[in-house]
């Protein structure tokens, strides 16, 4: 099945930009997604379609996507966003389509 | 506003089965633009996707789990329900529902969840 690795950890100083990886054999012909995640409460869709933003997400919350590498970009990082962070794509290749990132931990300092 | 709500049982035996259903309202589950899916959450870990399932029935699961999973909706009660058999306590997990949209584009497929429920834990022990 098809496997996405994500740093466990992210550090960043408030108001500074954090970039969170999301690796992937050729994970730039799929189309990837991220969540966020805060303690005690479901995921949340930041980021859709590579780069696309749901209705009330911040501009702050950007996305990239090429060869093996998607990003997640969060612009002058805010106390409020410390949370875990999940990226995810459909793989049809695969007999296990969901797939999910294992996760990376966004510690504002 | 869109609005999904897991329920069942907070603690099952091992061996047993595990059984939860999640209500849709604000909408209807029989919307030809999605799919229903589950996904669960061991304590401290990561997201792990179960199954999927369309209104019409149509199911994928994941094939770590598909020997004991059984996802089926009920449309005339906008719910669709899990069931996961000889559970044990490495089952044990927080269990979300969310609205799968997306589609197929061509060559790439952009399947992602925009809704979830709150999740419901539960625990397998005896």
């Known amino acids: 099945s098809y496997v996405l690795t994500q740093p466990p950890s992210v550090s960043v100083a408030p108001g500074q930009t954090a970039r969170i990886t999301c690796g992937g054999n050729?994970?730039?012909?799929?189309?990837v997604h991220w969540y966020q995640q805060k303690p005690g409460q479901a995921p949340v869709l930041v980021v859709y379609?590579?780069?696309d933003r749901p209705s009330g997400i911040p501009e702050r919350f950007s996305g990239s996507n090429s060869g093996n590498t998607a990003t997640l970009t969060i612009s002058r990082v805010e106390a409020g966003d410390e949370a875990d962070y999940y990226c995810?794509?459909?793989?049809?290749?695969?007999?296990?389509?969901?797939?999910f990132g294992g996760g990376t931990k966004l510690t504002v300092l | 506003q869109l609005q999904l709500q897991e329920s069942g049982p907070g603690l099952v035996k091992p061996s047993e089965t595990l059984s939860l259903t999640c209500t849709v309202s604000?909408?209807?589950?029989?919307?030809?633009?999605?799919?229903w899916g589950w996904i669960r959450q061991p304590p401290g870990k990561g997201l792990e996707w179960i199954g999927s399932?369309?209104?019409?029935?149509?199911?994928y699961y994941n094939p770590s789990l598909k020997s004991r999973v059984t996802i089926s909706v009920d449309t005339s009660k906008n719910q669709f329900s899990l069931k996961l058999s000889s559970v044990t306590a490495a089952d044990t997990a927080v269990y979300y529902c969310?609205?799968?949209?997306?589609?197929?584009?061509?060559?790439?497929?952009?399947?992602?969840?925009?809704?979830w429920g709150q999740g419901t834990l539960v625990t397998v022990s005896s």
């Open positions: 995810q794509v459909w793989d049809s290749s695969s007999d296990h389509p969901g797939v």
């Open positions: 604000g909408g209807s589950i029989s919307s030809s633009s999605y799919y």
């Open positions: 399932i369309y209104y019409s029935g149509s199911t």
């Open positions: 969310a609205r799968q949209r997306g589609g197929i584009f061509g060559v790439v497929i952009r399947y992602y969840f925009d809704y």
């Open positions: 379609d590579d780069s």
């Open positions: 050729n994970i730039g012909s799929k189309s």
